[in-house]
């Protein structure tokens, strides 16, 4: 069973979407006592100083420039996970399993990371699969932020025309707003906010091809 009601509906609507434009923007894809449990986690995780600077590229050669980068960043733990990330967890599931069903992606797992961004921290315009490495398939973000306005700014800003400067599709991160797209496709960049910002973001991950 999943934990809320309408979840199957918001899955099947993502299935589509995404098999025909790439990328689906879902406004209270979950209800605000949820989104508040996950935003309290990453706040106590960042007050007990769990949150590390994000770095970019792949591990070997990692670099750290908040010119290009400058939320923080901490990993779950499938291991230990809590109540709320479980639930979360299940609702994933279920999109993966939709997602291999009638995309065909053979995703296998999913990675995922609250992230905080500062005041006035970006992430420049990139894409999330790394050169030489498609295991990210599916970018999704889920935005954890209490009471945000459009005029505090960090939006997604989700490129529509591989690497052009237009067309473009601004998303304001209002908490509940769960963001999908194909990692290989759509460039996309995240503006500065007046606010600290809150985010939940993963990769569903298709097997390397370099491994036996
Ligand atoms: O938080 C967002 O809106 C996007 C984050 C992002 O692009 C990333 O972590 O790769
Ligand atoms: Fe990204």
Redesign the pocket.
């Known amino acids: 069973m999943l934990p809320f009601a309408n979840i199957s509906q918001h899955i099947e609507h993502i299935t589509h979407s995404l098999a025909e434009q790439g990328y689906v923007i879902i406004p209270d894809f979950l209800p605000d006592d949820f989104i508040s449990a996950l935003r309290k986690e990453a706040l106590t995780l960042q007050a007990a100083g769990k949150l590390a600077r994000a770095t970019i590229g792949k591990a070997e050669h990692n670099t750290l420039d908040h010119r290009i980068r400058g939320d923080l960043i901490h990993w779950l733990d499938h291991v230990d996970a809590s109540a709320v990330q479980q639930d979360f967890s299940r609702i994933m599931e279920a999109l993966r399993e939709s997602l291999n069903e009638h995309l065909f992606l053979g995703l296998f797992e999913l990675e995922n990371h609250f992230?905080i961004y500062p005041p006035g921290a970006i992430?420049n315009k990139h894409l999330?699969q790394f050169r030489g490495n498609e295991e990210r398939q599916v970018s999704c973000?889920l935005y954890l932020n209490e009471a945000w306005e459009e005029k505090d700014g960090g939006q997604?800003r989700l490129y529509l025309d591989g690497k052009e400067p237009t067309p473009y599709i601004d998303t304001v991160?209002h908490g509940g707003t769960l963001v999908v797209f194909l990692s290989s496709q759509f460039w996309?960049e995240?503006l500065p906010a007046s606010h600290p910002r809150i985010?939940l973001?993963g990769w569903f991950r298709k097997r390397s091809s370099t491994l036996p």
């Open positions: 992230a992430y999330d973000i997604l991160p996309h995240v985010s973001t």
